[in-house]
């Protein structure tokens, strides 16, 4: 069945567009950020962690990696969203300390294993805002 002359165009135009959007696509998809999220989930410490600490992007040896914490942002509404016990706790309480060690103690060790990775020489934090949008908390990011 052989398509009339409207219809191969019309076809080659939405081929082309098709293609044009892949390499789009292709072109700002970040291949390696995606490679480091898996070895990550890999770990099943780091997997089971509250908090889905990811690369969002790799560029001259410096990994961004979301963080659920800043300078600007209180990591204690990170651990009320994560166990709402500790939101009615004193900072100094040590169930609350503890959940900060817990904290620090993955993040380091989201560090050490994109470390280990022979194009990564550094990690740059950045708060993840779009993580507590969907938890219902503006950051202001």
């Not at 700002?28 to 070895?39: F, Q, T, Y």
């Not at 009615?88 to 169930?95: C, G, K, Y």
Request: hydrophobic letters at 45%; aromatic letters at 8%.
């Amino acid at each position: 069945m052989a398509l009339d002359r409207g219809t191969r165009i019309y076809t080659g135009i939405l081929i082309a567009f098709i293609a044009l959007l892949a390499g789009l696509w292709a072109i700002d998809h970040d291949w390696r950020a995606g490679e480091l999220n898996d070895i990550l989930q890999d770990d099943p410490e780091i997997a089971a962690y509250p908090f889905p600490f990811r690369v969002i992007s790799v560029s001259n040896g410096v990994a961004v990696v979301g963080s659920p914490r800043s300078p600007s942002f209180s990591v204690l509404h990170f651990l009320a969203i994560t166990d709402p016990h500790l939101s009615n706790l004193d900072p100094d309480d040590p169930a609350v300390i503890a959940a900060q060690k817990r904290l620090a103690h993955i993040q380091g060790k989201v560090a050490k294993r994109l470390k280990q990775e022979p194009d990564i020489e550094r990690i740059r934090w950045q708060l993840d805002s779009q993580w507590f949008h969907e938890h219902g908390v503006n950051v202001g990011g």
